[in-house]
């Protein structure tokens, strides 16, 4: 009973703030003129599926939002485990400490990588000096997926490491006795045991990595628009909420679709992402 | 040695976190108003900042804001995460789906949808409307941090609790809000951070002056201005500050206890 | 745990008042909606002390952004500034209310008489010109050894890789007509095509595509060649001296930014006191020093000294062929829409 009093502000603010939202966006999608007289149309999923350079782009937004959580995943699991195994009394202060730069606002974040990055910028000076030649990183898929993983590391940390708070290590060491070795215990009890974080993590980078639009423009220098540029653009340029609420509607289809599948390799049915 | 592996790993990820904002730090002190350049030595953008009182409001607006989203969130996306997690249900995954809306959404499409959906309810874009937004896209944040608490719970433990006689409410508090808490607070700071780092959303959803760090930022371009260095390296030397207060008073408060234990 | 219940509830009432703080000030006021970074911001202290009237200030990054939420919120504003061919839209869906210009008397005494009665607003019942600019080609003096008097430049593989584009649809469409010996408000479908087909073929030799940051990219020299705003070509020049300004021979974009009154804005004489505030020749001198764009006042000129004769922020505007974007139709603006995002989505 208490247990469904809990779940009512979420009912009442996803009816609300969701639903209606979301139908207004549904709405838009499927109407062609909505300030003349206002007929129900595909144009704007037809026109997305005409054109095979806009599968493309959601296809390359796909790809690197992949390829980023993928490498948060990688580098983020060691800081989260270490982080949750460790009893130091500074633990706390290094938790703080990787969420610090994140308060400090994205934009500032993304473009402050441009110093770095660029042909006159920090790493390419020092290059140059030891003979490699001045390199300009900027608009490269390398770069973009170097700051989107930048933005978006702390995410996979944080539930990887909390779930791992609760790993017992009396379950390890037991395991160790009975003759496991370190690789299989990991592979057997402590990975299978935080997969509820892992996939809150990749929820929490993969699917707005999607649809980020910023990064792209700043060290992508606008040379790779993303399905999230291509949205924007909609909105804030052409004016034209039909195709970009056709775009919306399909990225987001393909986004649940996939993290469905995601989600049901989580045999344990534990899982706390996206649609399990 | 491993010891040593470990602690410069953490080490390496703090500096790949940092190390842009440092280099922002650095340029900051250039007098060239332009990144690529460097001209001098000064201090002319900070004094620059203090000026800017559109920037100092803004400031304010933004951390009010901030603070009021995440809270609001939190308390609704914990409770939520609570409901959801301790009960299989397939209408509840299905709700859940739906809370997630906001993530998958491109920003500039929710903010539009919800820009609509003020004027639908007779709102004026405020201060006030932009808080409402928030709150709507940092839910999710929130019970994906707390969600895999609650699955972990022990449910074995509450069960004692009430037959040892403490009341359902007690020993929720006793026994199940200590295991959620670490969830909970990092749900918090994610939907601090999500709130502090918006500005696509809150760009469709303020109004009547209310301009936000991000918005004034974003619209402005001010990424590339000098000001907006020195104000990074403002905030981040703040927030460096209050971190080491917290933790020489957490440990000092530690340290007592420790003393009081033992007597 | 009830103290932590009880510091919760606390700070969150706490915030609650400071919240409502804002929404206290009941006086006069008047809504202005600006480009972001297009004023200066000591002009608004100014007039706030003058007058005694509040300016409430929001700001907006593109003209669509800024119609999408006058025309879908319920917010009201006193004062926009949108660019011409937005203004000829607003005045054709009845979006703008007339100026009662017996309170704007600095307008009259001001502006010069080029800059009135423009095509857009023929009867000059409706604007009030803010600033006024060029686009052309910005480039690095000490790469570019020949002036680029054509826009032919842009596809001169010379340059590959060294060529900032424009991140902007009439702007780089527009261009592309121009190069093309074709109007900037082209509707005819085969020309558009081919202005298609100019811009995708140029695609591999542009460095990238931005709006804004072109400048520190031009400034920092990461690339050599750039179309811009003539006031975005005025900063960057004034901040690296190897930079220099050109329009080429087959003609250009003239813009104008003007000031507006929205239809139901509820200060309007408030409105009309901020634009003739506006108008006044130390305050356009001010503001045009400040943010880089061309002032449509020759008694302001006069008081910049030499940033008022600067030939990039005031050409002789007689020598080039110049041409306003206007509203298209819906039809073509469908097909615009259209042939961009294929461009913007090529590489």
Same mark, same amino acid.
């Given at each position: 009973?208490?247990?469904?009093?809990?779940?009512?502000?979420?009912?009442?603010?996803?009816?609300?703030?969701?639903?209606?939202?979301?139908?207004?966006?549904?709405?838009?999608?499927?109407?062609?003129?909505?300030?003349?007289?206002?007929?129900?149309?595909?144009?704007?999923?037809?026109?997305?599926?005409?054109?095979?350079?806009?599968?493309?782009? &959601?296809?390359?937004?796909? *790809?690197?939002?992949? #390829? /980023? +959580? =993928?490498?948060?995943?990688?580098?983020?699991? $060691?800081?989260?485990?270490?982080?949750?195994?460790?009893?130091?009394?500074?633990?706390?202060?290094?938790?703080?400490?990787?969420?610090?730069?994140?308060?400090?606002?994205?934009?500032?974040?993304?473009?402050?990588? &441009?110093?770095?990055?660029? *042909?006159?910028?920090? #790493? /390419? +000076? =020092?290059?140059?000096?030891?003979?490699?030649? $001045?390199?300009?990183?900027?608009?490269?898929?390398?770069?973009?997926?170097?700051?989107?993983?930048?933005?978006?590391?702390?995410?996979?940390?944080?539930?990887?490491?909390?779930?791992?708070?609760?790993?017992?290590?009396?379950?390890?060491?037991?395991?160790?006795?009975?003759?496991?070795?370190?690789?299989?215990?990991?592979?057997?009890?402590?990975?299978?045991?935080?997969?509820?974080?892992?996939?809150?993590?990749?929820?929490?980078?993969?699917?707005?990595?999607?649809?980020?639009?910023?990064?792209?423009?700043?060290?992508?220098?606008?040379?790779?628009?993303?399905?999230?540029?291509?949205?924007?653009?909609?909105?804030?340029?052409?004016?034209?909420?039909?195709?970009?609420?056709?775009?919306?509607?399909?990225?987001?289809?393909?986004?649940?679709?996939?993290?469905?599948?995601?989600?049901?390799?989580?045999?344990?049915?534990?899982?706390?992402?996206?649609?399990? | 040695?491993?010891?040593?592996?470990?602690?410069?790993?953490?080490?390496?990820?703090?500096?790949?976190?940092?190390?842009?904002?440092?280099?922002?730090?650095?340029?900051?002190?250039?007098?060239?108003?332009?990144?690529?350049?460097?001209?001098?030595?000064?201090?002319?953008?900070?004094?620059?900042?203090?000026?800017?009182?559109?920037?100092?409001?803004?400031?304010?607006?933004?951390?009010?804001?901030?603070?009021?989203?995440?809270?609001?969130?939190?308390?609704?996306?914990?409770?939520?995460?609570?409901?959801?997690?301790?009960?299989?249900?397939?209408?509840?995954?299905?709700?859940?789906?739906?809370?997630?809306?906001?993530?998958?959404?491109?920003?500039?499409?929710?903010?539009?949808?919800?820009?609509?959906?003020?004027?639908?309810?007779?709102?004026?874009?405020?201060?006030?409307?932009?808080?409402?937004?928030?709150?709507?896209?940092?839910?999710?944040?929130?019970?994906?941090?707390?969600?895999?608490?609650?699955?972990?719970?022990?449910?074995?433990?509450?069960?004692?609790?009430?037959?040892?006689?403490?009341?359902?409410?007690?020993?929720?508090?006793?026994?199940?809000?200590?295991?959620?808490?670490?969830?909970?607070?990092?749900?918090?700071?994610?939907?601090?951070?999500?709130?502090?780092?918006?500005?696509?959303?809150?760009?469709?959803?303020?109004?009547?002056?209310?301009?936000?760090?991000?918005?004034?930022?974003?619209?402005?371009?001010?990424?590339?201005?000098?000001?907006?260095?020195?104000?990074?390296?403002?905030?981040?030397?703040?927030?460096?500050?209050?971190?080491?207060?917290?933790?020489?008073?957490?440990?000092?408060?530690?340290?007592?206890?420790?003393?009081?234990?033992?007597? | 745990?009830?103290?932590?219940?009880?510091?919760?509830?606390?700070?969150?009432?706490?915030?609650?008042?400071?919240?409502?703080?804002?929404?206290?000030?009941?006086?006069?006021?008047?809504?202005?909606?600006?480009?972001?970074?297009?004023?200066?911001?000591?002009?608004?202290?100014?007039?706030?002390?003058?007058?005694?009237?509040?300016?409430?200030?929001?700001?907006?990054?593109?003209?669509?952004?800024?119609?999408?939420?006058?025309?879908?919120?319920?917010?009201?504003?006193?004062?926009?500034?949108?660019?011409?061919?937005?203004?000829?839209?607003?005045?054709?869906?009845?979006?703008?209310?007339?100026?009662?210009?017996?309170?704007?008397?600095?307008?009259?005494?001001?502006?010069?008489?080029?800059?009135?009665?423009?095509?857009?607003?023929?009867?000059?019942?409706?604007?009030?010109?803010?600033?006024?600019?060029?686009?052309?080609?910005?480039?690095?003096?000490?790469?570019?050894?020949?002036?680029?008097?054509?826009?032919?430049?842009?596809?001169?593989?010379?340059?590959?890789?060294?060529?900032?584009?424009?991140?902007?649809?009439?702007?780089?469409?527009?261009?592309?007509?121009?190069?093309?010996?074709?109007?900037?408000?082209?509707?005819?479908?085969?020309?558009?095509?081919?202005?298609?087909?100019?811009?995708?073929?140029?695609?591999?030799?542009?460095?990238?595509?931005?709006?804004?940051?072109?400048?520190?990219?031009?400034?920092?020299?990461?690339?050599?060649?750039?179309?811009?705003?003539?006031?975005?070509?005025?900063?960057?020049?004034?901040?690296?001296?190897?930079?220099?300004?050109?329009?080429?021979?087959?003609?250009?974009?003239?813009?104008?930014?003007?000031?507006?009154?929205?239809?139901?804005?509820?200060?309007?004489?408030?409105?009309?006191?901020?634009?003739?505030?506006?108008?006044?020749?130390?305050?356009?001198?001010?503001?045009?020093?400040?943010?880089?764009?061309?002032?449509?006042?020759?008694?302001?000129?006069?008081?910049?000294?030499?940033?008022?004769?600067?030939?990039?922020?005031?050409?002789?505007?007689?020598?080039?062929?110049?041409?306003?974007?206007?509203?298209?139709?819906?039809?073509?603006?469908?097909?615009?829409?259209?042939?961009?995002?294929?461009?913007?989505?090529?590489?």
């Amino acid at each position: 009973m208490k247990k469904t009093i809990c779940m009512i502000p979420l009912y009442v603010w996803t009816l609300v703030f969701i639903l209606v939202p979301l139908a207004i966006v549904i709405y838009y999608a499927f109407i062609s003129d909505p300030h003349g007289d206002a007929s129900f149309s595909l144009d704007g999923f037809r026109d997305f599926f005409s054109n095979p350079v806009f599968a493309e782009v &959601l296809l390359r937004s796909l *790809k690197i939002a992949f #390829i /980023s +959580t =993928l490498v948060c995943i990688l580098l983020g699991y $060691p800081a989260a485990y270490f982080l949750a195994r460790s009893k130091s009394r500074f633990k706390f202060v290094v938790i703080i400490l990787m969420l610090l730069p994140m308060w400090i606002n994205f934009l500032i974040r993304t473009y402050s990588w &441009l110093s770095l990055l660029e *042909k006159t910028g920090l #790493i /390419s +000076t =020092l290059l140059t000096y030891m003979g490699f030649g $001045p390199v300009d990183f900027t608009g490269t898929e390398f770069a973009v997926i170097l700051v989107s993983v930048y933005d978006f590391l702390p995410f996979m940390i944080m539930p990887i490491y909390i779930t791992l708070l609760k790993l017992d290590q009396s379950h390890l060491d037991a395991a160790a006795d009975l003759g496991a070795n370190p690789a299989k215990v990991f592979f057997k009890i402590t990975l299978p045991f935080s997969v509820p974080g892992i996939l809150s993590g990749v929820a929490m980078v993969f699917v707005p990595s999607v649809t980020t639009f910023a990064i792209s423009q700043t060290v992508g220098n606008g040379k790779f628009p993303l399905i999230g540029d291509l949205i924007q653009e909609q909105y804030m340029v052409v004016s034209n909420w039909q195709f970009g609420g056709a775009i919306s509607i399909v990225t987001m289809a393909v986004v649940l679709l996939l993290m469905y599948f995601i989600n049901r390799t989580d045999s344990d049915e534990n899982g706390g992402g996206i649609l399990q | 040695m491993k010891k040593f592996f470990k602690s410069s790993y953490l080490v390496l990820i703090i500096l790949f976190l940092y190390a842009p904002i440092l280099v922002t730090a650095v340029y900051s002190f250039n007098s060239a108003k332009s990144r690529g350049v460097w001209e001098g030595f000064t201090f002319d953008w900070y004094k620059e900042l203090l000026e800017r009182d559109d920037i100092i409001e803004a400031l304010s607006v933004t951390i009010v804001c901030a603070l009021i989203a995440a809270l609001v969130a939190t308390i609704i996306g914990s409770m939520a995460a609570y409901g959801i997690g301790s009960k299989q249900k397939k209408g509840n995954s299905f709700i859940l789906s739906l809370a997630y809306i906001p993530m998958l959404n491109a920003d500039i499409v929710t903010g539009i949808s919800l820009m609509l959906l003020f004027t639908i309810a007779g709102l004026e874009l405020s201060f006030m409307t932009m808080v409402l937004s928030h709150i709507t896209f940092c839910i999710p944040y929130v019970i994906l941090s707390v969600l895999p608490k609650v699955r972990q719970l022990d449910w074995s433990l509450y069960d004692a609790a009430r037959d040892l006689g403490c009341t359902p409410t007690r020993s929720f508090w006793k026994v199940i809000f200590p295991e959620l808490l670490p969830g909970i607070l990092t749900g918090f700071l994610l939907a601090l951070t999500m709130s502090l780092d918006d500005f696509i959303i809150s760009n469709f959803t303020t109004g009547s002056g209310a301009n936000n760090l991000s918005t004034l930022i974003y619209t402005a371009k001010m990424g590339l201005k000098p000001e907006f260095r020195a104000l990074s390296t403002v905030i981040f030397g703040i927030i460096f500050i209050i971190l080491i207060i917290v933790n020489v008073v957490a440990l000092k408060k530690q340290k007592n206890n420790k003393r009081g234990n033992e007597i | 745990m009830k103290k932590l219940k009880g510091i919760l509830f606390f700070s969150l009432a706490l915030m609650m008042m400071i919240a409502l703080l804002p929404g206290c000030g009941s006086g006069e006021k008047v809504v202005v909606y600006n480009w972001g970074d297009y004023i200066d911001p000591d002009v608004i202290d100014m007039f706030e002390e003058e007058t005694g009237i509040e300016v409430v200030y929001e700001m907006y990054e593109t003209n669509e952004a800024m119609y999408t939420k006058l025309k879908n919120s319920n917010n009201n504003y006193d004062v926009i500034i949108p660019s011409d061919y937005m203004i000829e839209r607003l005045i054709k869906e009845g979006e703008l209310e007339e100026i009662n210009f017996k309170n704007v008397p600095n307008f009259e005494a001001n502006i010069d008489k080029e800059y009135k009665n423009p095509a857009f607003d023929p009867e000059n019942k409706y604007s009030v010109p803010y600033t006024w600019g060029t686009l052309g080609i910005l480039y690095n003096t000490k790469k570019v050894k020949e002036t680029p008097d054509s826009w032919g430049v842009f596809w001169n593989s010379k340059y590959k890789g060294r060529i900032i584009m424009m991140n902007s649809q009439r702007d780089a469409i527009g261009m592309a007509l121009k190069y093309m010996g074709k109007s900037l408000n082209e509707t005819d479908r085969g020309a558009l095509d081919a202005a298609k087909n100019k811009l995708i073929e140029m695609t591999p030799l542009a460095s990238g595509w931005y709006v804004d940051e072109v400048k520190d990219k031009m400034i920092g020299g990461e690339a050599d060649l750039a179309l811009v705003y003539a006031g975005d070509a005025v900063y960057c020049i004034s901040q690296n001296k190897d930079l220099a300004y050109a329009i080429p021979k087959e003609g250009t974009n003239i813009f104008y930014d003007s000031m507006c009154i929205p239809k139901g804005a509820k200060n309007k004489e408030n409105a009309e006191k901020f634009i003739d505030f506006m108008c006044r020749p130390d305050i356009q001198a001010k503001n045009a020093e400040y943010i880089g764009y061309s002032s449509p006042s020759t008694p302001a000129r006069e008081l910049m000294g030499d940033a008022g004769k600067d030939p990039t922020a005031y050409p002789d505007i007689t020598k080039y062929d110049l041409e306003f974007f206007s509203a298209l139709d819906d039809g073509t603006k469908e097909y615009y829409n259209k042939i961009w995002t294929e461009i913007r989505s090529s590489r």
